[in-house]
C-alpha cells in the first residue's frame, strides 16, 4: 500500500517532552492532536500528550479541565490554575448529570479545551460528550494525571503528568 492509501495504518505521533514541545507554536501541537484524533477516528477534536496539553495550557492557548472526582483533587493532587468539572461523583462514580451544564458555564463551545482524569479514560468519555454537546475544539490528555496500571495494578509509572514532571499540587 501507498503512503496515500486511506488504508494505510499510520503509526500515532510520538509523545513529546517538554521541551519539544513548548518549542512548538500552538497551531502546530493542536495539528498533532488533531491527526492523533483522525488516525483513532475520535468523535472529539484529537489527543495530546501531558507535556502538549501543558505547553498549550502555559501559552494561554487552552484551558485545562480536570475531571476527576472532588476526592481525586484532594488526595491524589491536581494541576495548579485547573479548573474543575467532574464527569462523575462520589464513591459510587455516578455520572455527573450537570456535566455539560457545569462545563458551558466555564467555557464557550469553540474554546480550545484539554480535559485531564486519572488515566485518560473518563477525560475521553467526556470529551466524545462534549463534542457531541457542540464543543468543536475538545482534546483528551492522554496517560491523564496518573497514567496506566502496571503489572502490580498500581498508577504512577507509567505516563501521565506527574510521572512526567508537569506542574502539581496537593492540598
Known amino acids: 500500500m501507498s503512503a496515500t492509501d486511506p488504508h494505510t495504518t499510520l503509526e500515532p505521533l510520538p509523545a513529546l517532552d517538554l521541551p519539544a514541545a513548548q518549542a512548538l507554536s500552538a497551531q502546530d501541537l493542536l495539528e498533532r492532536g488533531r491527526q492523533r484524533g483522525q488516525?483513532?477516528?475520535?468523535?472529539?477534536?484529537?489527543?495530546?500528550?501531558?507535556?502538549?496539553a501543558w505547553a498549550l495550557v502555559e501559552?494561554?492557548?487552552?484551558?485545562?479541565?480536570?475531571?476527576?472526582?472532588?476526592?481525586?483533587?484532594?488526595?491524589?493532587?491536581?494541576?495548579?490554575?485547573?479548573?474543575?468539572?467532574?464527569?462523575?461523583?462520589?464513591?459510587?462514580m455516578i455520572r455527573n448529570p450537570r456535566f455539560l451544564r457545569e462545563l458551558q458555564g466555564k467555557s464557550a463551545?469553540?474554546?480550545?479545551?484539554?480535559?485531564?482524569c486519572r488515566s485518560g479514560k473518563r477525560s475521553a468519555a467526556a470529551a466524545s460528550a462534549a463534542a457531541n454537546a457542540g464543543f468543536t475544539q475538545v482534546f483528551n490528555v492522554l496517560e491523564g494525571f496518573e497514567g496506566d496500571l502496571d503489572q502490580h495494578q498500581q498508577r504512577g509509572?507509567?505516563?501521565?503528568?506527574?510521572?512526567?514532571?508537569l506542574p502539581w499540587v496537593q492540598d
Open 39 to 52: 488516525q483513532a477516528q475520535l468523535d472529539y477534536a484529537g489527543s495530546l500528550y501531558p507535556p502538549e
Open 59 to 92: 501559552a494561554g492557548a487552552a484551558r485545562l479541565i480536570d475531571v476527576r472526582t472532588a476526592e481525586e483533587l484532594k488526595f491524589v493532587g491536581r494541576v495548579p490554575h485547573s479548573q474543575h468539572v467532574a464527569w462523575q461523583t462520589g464513591p459510587a
Open 109 to 116: 463551545p469553540d474554546q480550545v479545551l484539554v480535559l485531564l
Open 157 to 165: 509509572d507509567s505516563g501521565g503528568w506527574r510521572l512526567r514532571g
